[in-house]
């Protein structure tokens, strides 16, 4: 039977559901509403508890604030009573002041009443009766001004008799006088875009010109108490001096010029002290009219004063001949020298001693001049030659030593030029050997010889530019009677501008600059060295450690008047190089010259001496072996040979040496250089400083031979091995000495356990790996030699474009001192790892 269902009864029932579930909204809704009103009750306790801490909070502040504004002004009513009282006090006090003022004000008015009258009284009585009195006393007054100026005038001619005095102890002292100029701050002294500022303390002035021959140098440091070097010269220019006040105490050397001395003029100083300013000037290139007059240097107004001296002589007379060189990178160039197509090149020169002891440039060009401006002309045309670079302590900074000569040619030589010419060829004459004194090689007594003489000096005298070198004290044989008027008398006038003496950290070069630095360092250290060579009087002056010390041999040691003008910066921020030139001053001074003594016949004895003792050794060793061959059948199997030959083999011929092992480099392999990469081993060393690598060398080499000699802990013997390799790192500056670490290879059979060393100053040094490019010479080696071996190497290497390490390098020796041929030697330079 069909189900039916009833839809009003499921409407109902819906209904009944649905009614159902909104009671249950509406209670929920109910149970809402009865927590939110719980919720605003409590919001409105927390909001009234708030309100009372606030306003409890705000009534606290106010009383503290009420407090303290009650604090103060019960403060400040207290300091206004007290200020009060202390006004009171002084309205007091100035009443009486004011009191005590009116009545000294009528007393002094009362007082000067009376003086005025009895001044009145007492002129009308001098006018009356005293007149004779004040002509008499006008009479002492006039007479006392008479004697004053006589005063002063006897003042300045005793001054002017000191000054006479002085010049001639310097003379009898050595001719050597030292002026400093102190140049005045300029802009670049501020630093501005330098790394080498350090604050505005760098640009105070600490170098001071007290008066005219002293200079004080301020050493003030912070934290440090003031101290104060005094230096004294014989003349010291303010920076408020000008040209001509400087020039007018080099004046009288030109006098002496054409008296018969040579004279030499020399600035020293770091760059940017004005140096090139003293000797040339600024702007050199316009020089006319009064204001290019007044900034002339030395050499325009040596040069004009010269020829106004030689206007005053006979006409024809006197000759002058200008030559131009520098010295850079220790090679001697030669300004004035031409190619073919007539354009300056600077050519190479060399500089050799001749057999009178003096030096001389062969080859060197030389220009006529007849007038001041043709000598400006000329060096101004040959400036643009000179090596400059921008360095941090100047912007166009030189870079090589500048040596402007004009020599003299005097035909008819004055009474004073004839008695030094004299004495000279005197002297002269009393060095010559006995059997070099006269003999049938004399052009004299040998007319070939006379006329191929007689050849050579016309060639030369057709020559444009020829060298001033045939005088007679520069002839082969003089004779007893040598003449004095056979050629021309000459005297030189030499006219120095050194580079720059800072050291490489002050300049702030790299590169290519850093090895120009490291030269001009080097040269004025030698000159340095020099000069501290002759203040000692030391019996070997190392005048060839450089060729600027060779160069200029007969100005620093000669009978020439040298003058050293020190140019120096006074602001802080230079104050350790001016500090350096002062010192390069004072030793100067000390310098007491001899006359220059010859030493060709030392040199003879010397070459003699060396053949005795090699043909005495050649021959000693030559019999030995043959004593060693004939008893050789005497020795048993089980002994071995003696070791005496072999020693000697060592020790006088560098026979049988063993050498580090290297493996060559052959595909960078050079004509002039090889590369090689030694394996790694043990050396012994010894580290010295000093300037002399000759010194250097012979001390280090004395501490090590005894090394292997059996001063060590095992008491060993070990063998003598080569080469002996010396590490040169040269100073930063001329005044920095160069550090030197002399060594010996370790023999195979000690590499793995050598014998330590007993003496501190010997170390033992494991070098690692390297590679070095190798340039080989010959000869006995010394400094000059290597010097100049290294410069080749350095523009072989700079030609193939190779990576190298400029410093340190390496000086090498394979000989024995007692070899005198075929010797062998090195310099090193290390290959940089990194280009």
């Given at each position: 039977m069909p189900l039916f269902i009833n839809r009003d009864q499921i409407f109902a029932h819906q209904v009944h559901l649905l009614e159902h579930k909104l009671r249950s909204k509406e209670e929920r809704i109910l149970e809402l509403e009865t927590e939110?009103?719980?919720?605003?009750?409590?919001?409105?306790?927390?909001?009234?508890?708030?309100?009372?801490?606030?306003?409890?909070?705000?009534?606290?502040?106010?009383?503290?604030?009420?407090?303290?504004?009650?604090?103060?002004?019960q403060s400040t009513q207290s300091a206004l009573a007290k200020l009060l009282s202390e006004v009171q006090i002084l309205k007091q006090d100035l009443r009486e002041?004011?009191?005590?003022?009116?009545?000294?004000?009528?007393?002094?008015?009362?007082?000067?009443?009376?003086?005025?009258e009895q001044v009145g009284q007492a002129s009308s009585a001098l006018q009356g009766h005293h007149g004779n009195d004040v002509h008499s006393l006008q009479a002492q007054m006039e007479a006392l001004e008479r004697s004053l100026q006589e005063e002063k005038e006897r003042s300045r001619t005793e001054r002017e008799r000191r000054k006479i005095l002085h010049n001639t102890l310097v003379e009898l002292r050595g001719n050597i006088r030292v002026h400093c100029r102190v140049r005045p701050v300029l802009p670049f002294d501020d630093g501005q875009g330098s790394t080498l500022a350090i604050g505005p303390a760098t640009t105070e002035?600490?170098?001071?010109?007290?008066?005219?021959?002293?200079?004080?140098?301020?050493?003030?440091?912070?934290?440090?108490?003031?101290?104060?070097?005094?230096?004294?010269?014989?003349?010291?220019?303010?920076?408020?001096?000008?040209?001509?006040?400087?020039?007018?105490?080099?004046?009288?050397?030109?006098?002496?010029?054409?008296?018969?001395?040579?004279?030499?003029?020399?600035?020293?100083?770091?760059?940017?002290?004005?140096?090139?300013?003293?000797?040339?000037?600024?702007?050199?290139?316009?020089?006319?009219?009064?204001?290019?007059?007044?900034?002339?240097?030395?050499?325009?107004?040596?040069?004009?004063?010269?020829?106004?001296?030689?206007?005053?002589?006979?006409?024809?007379?006197?000759?002058?001949?200008?030559?131009?060189?520098?010295?850079?990178?220790?090679?001697?160039l030669d300004l004035l020298a031409k190619d073919e197509d007539g354009v300056a090149m600077g050519a190479k020169r060399d500089v050799i001693t001749t057999s009178t002891g003096t030096s001389e440039v062969p080859s060197l060009s030389y220009v006529l001049v007849r007038s001041s401006a043709d000598v400006m002309q000329l060096i101004s045309s040959v400036l643009r030659l000179r090596a400059r670079c921008p360095t941090l302590v100047h912007r166009d900074s030189s870079r090589s030593h500048l040596i402007v000569t004009l020599t003299v040619s005097s035909k008819s030589p004055n009474a004073l030029a004839l008695a030094r010419r004299l004495q000279s060829v005197k002297k002269d004459m009393q060095r010559k050997a006995q059997k070099e004194w006269w003999s049938p090689r004399c052009r004299r007594a040998n007319p070939m010889a006379r006329q191929s003489g007689d050849e050579r000096s016309t060639s030369s005298s057709s020559s444009p530019y020829h060298s001033p070198s045939h005088s007679p004290i520069h002839s082969s044989c003089p004779s007893p009677r040598a003449s004095t008027a056979q050629a021309p008398f000459r005297t030189k006038l030499?006219?120095?501008?050194?580079?720059?003496?800072?050291?490489?950290?002050?300049?702030?070069?790299?590169?290519?600059?850093?090895?120009?630095?490291?030269?001009?360092?080097?040269?004025?250290?030698?000159?340095?060295?020099?000069?501290?060579?002759?203040?000692?009087?030391?019996?070997?002056v190392p005048y060839r450690n450089s060729k600027l010390t060779h160069l200029l041999q007969d100005a620093i040691g000669g009978d020439a008047k040298l003058l050293v003008m020190l140019c120096v910066s006074p602001t802080q921020r230079y104050m350790t190089e001016s500090l350096q030139s002062l010192g390069f001053g004072t030793r100067a001074r000390q310098v007491q010259k001899d006359t220059p003594r010859r030493k060709n016949i030392a040199l003879k004895l010397k070459k003699n001496v060396k053949y005795i003792v090699s043909t005495l050794t050649h021959q000693w060793f030559r019999r030995s072996c043959e004593y060693q061959v004939l008893n050789e059948k005497d020795f048993r199997t089980d002994q071995k040979p003696p070791t005496m030959l072999k020693t000697i083999g060592q020790a006088l011929f560098s026979t049988g040496l063993q050498n580090p092992k290297f493996t060559p480099n052959e595909e960078n392999k050079a004509p002039d250089y090889e590369v090689r990469t030694y394996q790694t081993t043990n050396w012994i060393s010894t580290t010295l400083t000093g300037m002399e690598q000759e010194a250097a060398m012979n001390t280090g080499f004395r501490r090590l031979f005894n090394y292997i000699q059996g001063n060590n802990h095992n008491k060993e013997k070990v063998e003598m091995t080569a080469p002996v390799t010396c590490l040169v790192d040269p100073g930063a500056g001329p005044a920095c000495e160069t550090t030197f670490t002399v060594s010996f290879y370790i023999p195979e059979e000690h590499q793995a356990d050598p014998p330590q060393p007993s003496d501190p100053d010997v170390f033992l040094e494991n070098r690692k790996e390297f590679t070095v490019f190798v340039r080989t010479y010959g000869g006995f080696n010394n400094m000059q030699k290597s010097r100049e071996e290294l410069l080749n190497l350095l523009e072989s290497l700079q030609r193939d474009g190779a990576c190298y390490k400029d410093i340190p390098y390496y000086v090498c020796g394979y000989d024995s001192p007692f070899k005198l041929v075929n010797r062998r030697n090195e310099v090193w330079i290390l290959q940089k790892t990194e280009p």
């Open positions: 939110n009103a719980i919720l605003h009750l409590r919001l409105a306790d927390c909001l009234g508890k708030l309100r009372r801490d606030h306003a409890e909070e705000a009534e606290a502040e106010a009383q503290k604030r009420w407090q303290h504004q009650r604090v103060v002004q002041v004011f009191a005590v003022y009116v009545n000294f004000a009528t007393e002094l008015e009362n007082q000067s009443r009376l003086l005025l002035e600490v170098v001071q010109a007290v008066n005219d021959d002293t200079v004080v140098v301020n050493c003030t440091r912070m934290g440090n108490p003031g101290l104060n070097k005094m230096f004294e010269f014989e003349r010291v220019h303010c920076p408020e001096d000008s040209q001509d006040a400087v020039f007018e105490e080099v004046k009288p050397l030109l006098t002496s010029l054409l008296d018969g001395y040579n004279v030499c003029i020399m600035a020293y100083g770091q760059t940017g002290s004005g140096k090139t300013h003293t000797m040339i000037g600024s702007q050199a290139e316009d020089h006319s009219g009064p204001q290019g007059e007044a900034r002339q240097g030395v050499i325009p107004k040596a040069a004009t004063e010269l020829f106004r001296l030689i206007s005053e002589k006979p006409a024809e007379t006197h000759t002058v001949e200008v030559s131009v060189v520098e010295v850079y990178n220790n090679e001697v030499q006219l120095v501008d050194l580079a720059g003496s800072e050291c490489v950290g002050m300049s702030g070069v790299t590169g290519a600059a850093l090895w120009e630095t490291s030269c001009i360092n080097r040269s004025l250290s030698a000159l340095s060295d020099v000069l501290g060579a002759l203040a000692e009087q030391r019996p070997h």
